[in-house]
């Protein structure tokens, strides 16, 4: 059984990219077998993982392309990667991703998607794919409004929220249907040397709060979604 998890917040400066990223890692830790998919055309999270300059990205797998070991991306964290570009912009079928995961994700226990911060083809076709839709949302009401309208777009994907940064959890019943995940993930220091190396904060600093936070949402996401 393959679970796609997608990673949304149309709120900008959520850390959404860095929890797709943290979730990746922690899932591997786990044992899982994990694609990470960039699915934003300003391609943060390929850029942050060093991949900018890969022959292929999401754009020629939604182009014909399939996974092969000669394109399969497979990370020094273990969990493999399929980047994106600018050119994603010009692709706006919603059953894109879907029909490509159908074709090249049965390997994997896990695919996690990361989305762009805007309602747009991408996002829709990111929901039409899901099992999962996890929102981070921290404590700033522009997290939080954000949260509730990613909350309300139509899927049926199980959504969760992603508490971050002081997460008022009196907020939860702003969130309805939505479960909140059993961790709150802290600020990390760390982040601006895990980018720098190009790695998750997991992987350089494994021992954080920050890390451990993770490694409990993910624990607890798996758990929902029958994957333990």
Same mark, same amino acid.
């Given at each position: $059984?393959?679970?796609?998890?997608?990673?949304?917040?149309?709120?900008?400066?959520? =850390?959404?990219?860095? +929890?797709?990223?943290?979730?990746?890692?922690? $899932?591997?830790?786990?044992?899982?077998?994990?694609?990470?998919? *960039?699915?934003?055309?300003?391609?943060?999270?390929?850029?942050?993982?060093g991949?900018?300059?890969?022959? %292929?990205?999401?754009? %020629? $797998?939604?182009?014909?392309?399939?996974?092969? #070991?000669?394109?399969?991306?497979? !990370?020094?964290?273990?969990? *493999?990667?399929?980047?994106?570009?600018?050119?994603?912009?010009?692709?706006? =079928?919603?059953?894109?991703?879907?029909?490509? @995961?159908?074709?090249?994700? =049965?390997?994997?226990?896990?695919?996690?998607?990361?989305? /762009?911060?805007?309602?747009? /083809?991408? @996002?829709? $076709?990111?929901?039409?794919?899901?099992?999962?839709?996890?929102? /981070?949302?921290?404590?700033?009401?522009? #997290?939080?409004?954000?949260?509730?309208?990613?909350?309300?777009?139509?899927?049926?994907?199980?959504?969760f929220?992603?508490? !971050? *940064?002081?997460?008022?959890?009196?907020?939860?019943?702003?969130?309805?249907?939505?479960?909140?995940?059993?961790? &709150?993930?802290? @600020? #990390?220091?760390?982040? *601006?040397? +895990? &980018?720098? =190396?190009?790695?998750?904060?997991? #992987? !350089?600093d494994?021992?954080?709060?920050?890390?451990?936070?993770?490694?409990?949402?993910?624990?607890?996401?798996?758990?929902?979604?029958?994957?333990?």
């Amino acid at each position: $059984m393959t679970s796609v998890i997608v990673l949304a917040n149309i709120a900008g400066g959520t =850390q959404k990219t860095t +929890a797709a990223h943290s979730l990746a890692v922690a $899932m591997v830790e786990y044992g899982k077998k994990v694609l990470l998919i *960039d699915l934003d055309p300003r391609a943060d999270l390929t850029f942050n993982l060093g991949f900018e300059r890969s022959r %292929e990205t999401i754009f %020629e $797998m939604f182009n014909g392309s399939v996974l092969t #070991s000669s394109n399969d991306i497979t !990370t020094d964290e273990r969990f *493999d990667f399929v980047g994106s570009d600018s050119r994603l912009s010009a692709l706006t =079928q919603p059953d894109s991703l879907k029909t490509f @995961l159908t074709s090249s994700a =049965q390997k994997f226990d896990v695919v996690i998607v990361d989305t /762009p911060s805007t309602i747009d /083809p991408r @996002l829709a $076709m990111a929901f039409h794919a899901a099992d999962a839709v996890v929102i /981070p949302v921290g404590a700033s009401i522009h #997290s939080v409004r954000g949260g509730i309208s990613t909350n309300r777009i139509e899927s049926k994907a199980r959504k969760f929220i992603l508490p !971050t *940064d002081g997460f008022d959890l009196s907020k939860a019943s702003h969130f309805e249907s939505a479960k909140v995940v059993d961790a &709150l993930i802290p @600020l #990390s220091t760390g982040l *601006d040397v +895990a &980018l720098i =190396q190009k790695r998750s904060a997991l #992987s !350089t600093d494994k021992n954080s709060e920050f890390a451990e936070a993770y490694r409990e949402a993910a624990y607890s996401i798996l758990e929902e979604l029958n994957h333990f």
